[in-house]
């Protein structure tokens, strides 16, 4: 078996405890998938969709499911951090590998910003001071230093939190199927063939319904403190997209049966609840999109700095950024400046400007996972315990065409705004130093 010498040490103890059992793990990628677009995405997909929106979400669905099928099969190489970087830099060297530890950085931080701002928005429909002026920016603090802390004292207590938000989450999504679909109209409810829609239209729906279901992503980020990561992050990720697909089709169902205006509302779950459940419903769901936001910004806390760990321990960003904490044995530098700069981004407001690189950093490392599986297959072919894809090589191929009909439809602001990025990137590549130990 023909190996890099960073493929060749996979099982070394990167000196990370390994604290998060098989099912945290399935629990951290569904926190980190089902967000507070799930509350949007019901009104969104049938404005642009109509009837059809059922089907379109049924087949997002699927066609994620081959991006995911890429990282399982990656994941099941490896014991040690990095996700897309670490497959991209086995495979193709590290200068691709780099990019694509960067970009996942950036969207990670640029999410965590967004996110954070949208949580205080969010608590401003109880509180209305939350809007703006000191409470906006205490929540913002507050929820940020607060995860950081949680995330500094080691990956247990922050697998016991993500499982406690992804509960959180999920319940007012199961409770808003299993009461609404007994008052689901059936003849609004039922799907229809795809109309005759604009190609602009289309191309949002195919953008919004896809990543939708991003995020997960993230969940091999953080492998080297998992317990048995070559064998758990599999299954993770494809027990996760079973899931998330079937609670986002019945969303879809009971809120297109429920709401006669779904495309024209801007809370679609909260409203629809509203009319089968009354008041009391509408204020578990409007609740249950903040603890969504507040979820979805602890898993980018939590994964987000193990990118930058594994890029420091390789020599490509300062040696402090794999300095451990001697004794939460967390990536301590890492996950404080991640936090700082995220809140700086939130504060400012310059977030808005790079949650634009969201699109094409997710897509560029889909990209380069998906063609780092063709490579892993082919060099380590006798490896015990990896994922075999069924077709060979028809699944990674499959997402590479995938992501580069998203990247088409991706918008100039969005295409220019990654171009800078991946210059920017190729810049801190080239001042890199010599990969050390932390």
């Not at 960073?6 to 070394?12: E, F, G």
């Not at 081959?66 to 060297?93: E, M, N, Q, W």
């Not at 249950?288 to 806390?301: D, H, K, M, P």
């Not at 404080?336 to 977030?351: I, K, N, Y």
Request: hydrophobic share 55%; aromatic share 10%; with cysteine.
């Amino acid at each position: 078996m023909t190996e890099s010498k960073h493929a060749s040490q996979v099982k070394a103890d990167t000196g990370l405890r390994r604290d998060v059992g098989r099912w945290q793990i399935v629990a951290l990628s569904i926190n980190d998938v089902i967000g507070s677009g799930i509350y949007l995405l019901p009104a969104a997909a049938a404005a642009l969709l109509a009837g059809a929106s059922i089907w379109a979400i049924l087949l997002a669905g699927f066609a994620v499911a081959l991006i995911v099928l890429c990282y399982a099969a990656a994941a099941s190489h490896f014991d040690k951090p990095g996700g897309a970087y670490l497959y991209a830099r086995t495979a193709f060297g590290p200068f691709i590998g780099f990019q694509a530890g960067w970009m996942s950085s950036l969207t990670r931080i640029s999410s965590i910003a967004a996110l954070s701002n949208g949580l205080a928005l969010a608590i401003s429909h109880f509180w209305p001071a939350a809007a703006s002026g000191l409470a906006h920016t205490t929540i913002i603090a507050a929820s940020l230093l607060v995860l950081a802390w949680i995330n500094l004292i080691g990956v247990r207590a922050a697998a016991r939190t993500g499982t406690a938000l992804t509960i959180a989450k999920v319940l007012p999504l199961l409770f808003f199927i299993g009461y609404g679909i007994w008052f689901v109209d059936w003849s609004l409810a039922k799907p229809t063939a795809l109309p005759e829609i604009d190609t602009t239209n289309l191309a949002k729906a195919a953008l919004l319904l896809l990543f939708a279901y991003a995020g997960f992503e993230n969940t091999p980020a953080a492998a080297g403190e998992y317990r048995n990561p070559r064998r758990d992050v599999p299954f993770a990720l494809l027990t996760m997209i079973a899931l998330v697909t079937a609670i986002y089709v019945l969303v879809q169902f009971v809120a297109q049966g429920t709401l006669p205006n779904l495309a024209a509302t801007n809370t679609p779950l909260a409203e629809a609840a509203a009319l089968f459940g009354g008041q009391a419903a509408a204020m578990l769901l409007t609740v249950g999109a903040s603890v969504s936001i507040l979820g979805t910004i602890f898993n980018s806390t939590l994964f987000g700095p193990r990118y930058l760990y594994a890029m420091a321990v390789d020599g490509f960003l300062p040696a402090v950024f794999a300095r451990l904490h001697p004794r939460w044995r967390t990536p301590a530098f890492a996950i404080l400046v991640q936090t700082a700069v995220a809140l700086a981004m939130a504060l400012s407001g310059s977030f808005v400007q790079l949650a634009l690189l969201s699109v094409i950093a997710r897509l560029f490392a889909y990209l380069v996972t998906a063609a780092s599986v063709i490579v892993l297959s082919r060099r380590e072919t006798r490896r015990e315990g990896t994922l075999r894809l069924p077709g060979g090589a028809l699944v990674p191929v499959a997402a590479i065409l995938l992501s580069l009909g998203l990247l088409a439809s991706a918008s100039l602001a969005n295409l220019a705004a990654g171009a800078v990025a991946l210059l920017v990137g190729s810049l801190i590549y080239a001042f890199r130093r010599k990969p050390d130990a932390p």
